[in-house]
């Protein structure tokens, strides 16, 4: 066992993976959680002693690294189902496939569309093959003409624009084509392949792919049982945990070692650390360094913002409200609606089941502060006429909020991230990790993949 000890700021699945490794390598970690649950994203709370389960946004785990299958084989045992995952997209008042499919665009769209679609986008790839292809790490290019060189104008315009909007809240011309999560970067042409060829290859496998090929597996009592275990594993071997503490302060000492100052339950408690591992938002966490960060690191970590989410859950008897898991929604006040039943019924009440009813919005804005009654009254009358659910069929409601949920790419992201990372490169005892900390829109088993990698590195630092 080594006497370094390592402080690992968020206790979401990020922060409690790099501590289980380190714990496994013999190091001493201390995990400091703000909220009195852990999982952060990936965690579940559950109201009324219990007797619901709710994950912030439905979630499901899936992955392709043989380690990380039998790390959560090993933790979860019998605990899960495993199911298939089908989704919709609501477009114009129909159902299409999600993500969007060639056959999609063919079959479903009004003939006036398809054709539109198909001539633009053959046009779009032309203009590419000619040499004028705009390529993803542009760091110049918006999502908007991204989307117009890679899908055609007509589909950018029906389609890809109106989604993006709808969900970031945010002009396509200020936004990266980045905002894409890794693993959905799933161009026009491979879905064209996959429809036609039923065959997916390659290491680096797109979300679609990767759900078309790999089983999808759901605890029963919530996604952030994934989290909670491996907390327990941590705890068992000796690591620390703290839930209801914040961290307000990362004070670099003159040997190179940290002094991070937590508030937990209005006691301020001080902690050494050899290491310190940060998985909390980037302006939260340069905003808590000592000596100050300079002002220009302060100035661009305060342009990476993050995309906020309300998930309001909607307790009924009635069942088979979707005929998806999930069904995705442009010009709806909520972009997704998921019947939790599909994933797995011990979540809730014998007998009863409950819609998730996601939103997206700005800390601070409209939607954010809406109660749950406000958020079924914005959500009911498209419930209703989409013959969802009734008024008279809401039997409960529950809300839950994230307000890091999704990192912003705006167009000029790259830069005042790099400016961030450049900062923590300076450091040698400090890293940043995960999807908040390190701002990619990244899935959880990809978390626990970067987790592992870490802290081999810091394992190979320290000794
Ligand atoms: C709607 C939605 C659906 C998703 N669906 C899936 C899915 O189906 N499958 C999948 O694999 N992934 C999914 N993801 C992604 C997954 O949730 C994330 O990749 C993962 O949870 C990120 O973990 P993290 O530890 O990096 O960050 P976080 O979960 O954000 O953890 C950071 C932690 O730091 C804590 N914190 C913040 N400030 C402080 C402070 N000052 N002091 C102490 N603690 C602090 C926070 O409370 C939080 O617990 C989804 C995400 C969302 C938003």
């Not at 940060?278 to 905003?287: A, C, E, Q």
């Not at 970067?450 to 590195?457: I, N, Q, S, T, Y």
Request: include cysteine; aromatic fraction near 10%; charged fraction near 25%.
């Amino acid at each position: 066992m080594s006497n370094k000890k390592i402080v690992i700021l968020g206790g979401g699945i990020s922060g409690l993976t790099v501590a289980w490794r380190l714990q496994e390598l013999g190091f001493q970690t201390e995990v400091c959680e703000s909220n009195e649950f852990v999982g952060g994203l990936a965690g579940t709370v559950r109201p009324e002693d219990g007797r619901y389960c709710l994950d912030f946004g439905p979630h499901f785990f899936i992955t392709q690294k043989q380690e990380i299958v039998e790390r959560i084989t090993d933790l979860l045992a019998d605990d899960v189902v495993s199911f298939e995952r089908s989704a919709q997209l609501y477009v114009q008042g129909r159902f299409l496939d999600y993500p969007l499919s060639a056959k999609n665009v063919l079959l479903n769209f009004p003939l006036s569309d398809a054709i539109a679609s198909i001539i633009t986008f053959v046009w779009a790839q032309l203009k590419s093959a000619a040499g004028y292809l705009i390529r993803i790490d542009s760091k110049t290019v918006n999502f908007g003409d991204w989307a117009t060189a890679n899908f055609g104008n007509h589909l950018a315009k029906i389609f890809f624009r109106p989604y993006t909007e709808g969900f970031w809240k945010i002009p396509c011309e200020n936004l990266s084509p980045e905002i894409i999560p890794t693993s959905t970067r799933l161009n026009f042409m491979k879905s064209l392949k996959m429809m036609f060829l039923k065959k997916v290859s390659g290491p680096a496998k797109s979300l679609t792919e990767r759900e078309l090929v790999l089983p999808l597996r759901y605890p029963k009592r919530g996604y952030g049982v994934i989290a909670e275990t491996i907390a327990n594993r941590v705890l068992n071997m000796g690591g620390f945990i703290r839930q209801n503490a914040r961290v307000v302060k990362v004070e670099l000492r003159k040997d190179g070692k940290y002094l991070v100052k937590v508030s937990q339950d209005d006691n301020e408690i001080e902690l050494n650390a050899d290491h310190v591992v940060s998985t909390i938002p980037i302006p939260n966490l340069v905003n808590m360094m000592s000596p100050e960060s300079p002002l220009i690191v302060r100035q661009s970590a305060d342009k990476l913002g993050y995309l906020s989410l309300i998930v309001l859950y909607v307790v009924t008897t009635t069942k088979d409200l979707l005929d998806t898991s999930y069904v995705y929604y442009l010009d709806r006040p909520y972009h997704r609606l998921a019947e939790m039943d599909k994933f797995c019924d011990s979540l809730f009440p014998a007998g009863e089941n409950m819609l998730a009813v996601e939103f997206s919005c700005h800390r601070g804005d409209e939607i954010w502060n809406m109660n749950e009654q406000d958020l079924l009254e914005l959500a009911l009358p498209h419930l209703e006429h989409d013959n969802i659910i009734l008024r008279n069929e809401v039997d409960k409601l529950f809300v839950v909020r994230a307000g890091h949920a999704y990192p912003i790419r705006y167009l000029d992201f790259r830069k005042n991230l790099d400016t961030f990372l450049n900062y923590v490169g300076e450091h040698n005892n400090l890293d940043v990790l995960g999807r908040t900390g390190e701002y990619m829109y990244i899935d959880s088993d990809q978390c626990m993949e970067r987790a592992l990698v870490l802290a081999d590195k810091i394992a190979a630092k320290l000794h």
